[in-house]
């Protein structure tokens, strides 16, 4: 059974940048897509950007220029790369899995990783 595991987060400032990533353990990625969702304070959980089994990748339009979606199969791992983070990225991330390509709906996604705290304040 497939297992997710963030990492990465952290406290950064503004402008700053952080690496994300999802370690999958139980299953390969291979045949999987990969979605990073975070969820503020209060607010619902969204989608932020997504990689699909043949290497596809979607962002939200808030991270699109400044977020970067990778995988590497070989290290079963998923990365999100956040440059230029803004106050308004402070989220708890996560990722989840599904089969094959990439989707608009939460859940359509299981596997759900833990999560990983990204604060971007000064």
């Known amino acids: 059974q497939l297992q997710l595991v963030e990492s990465g987060g952290g406290l950064v400032q503004p402008g700053g940048s952080l690496r994300l990533s999802c370690a999958a353990s139980?299953?390969?990625?291979?045949?999987?897509?990969i979605g990073w969702f975070r969820q503020a304070p209060g607010k619902e959980r969204e989608g932020v950007s997504c990689?699909?089994?043949?290497?596809?990748?979607s962002y939200v339009d808030s991270v699109k220029g400044r977020f970067t979606i990778s995988r590497d199969n070989a290290r079963e791992t998923v990365y999100l790369q956040m440059n230029s983070l803004k106050p308004e990225d402070t989220a708890v991330y996560f990722c989840?899995?599904?089969?094959?390509?990439?989707?608009?709906?939460?859940?359509?996604?299981?596997?759900w990783g833990q999560g990983t705290q990204v604060t971007v304040s000064s």
């Open positions: 989840a899995a599904r089969f094959w390509g990439c989707s608009n709906t939460l859940t359509d996604f299981g596997s």
């Open positions: 990689i699909s089994s043949l290497g596809g990748t």
């Open positions: 139980g299953s390969t990625l291979a045949r999987r897509a």
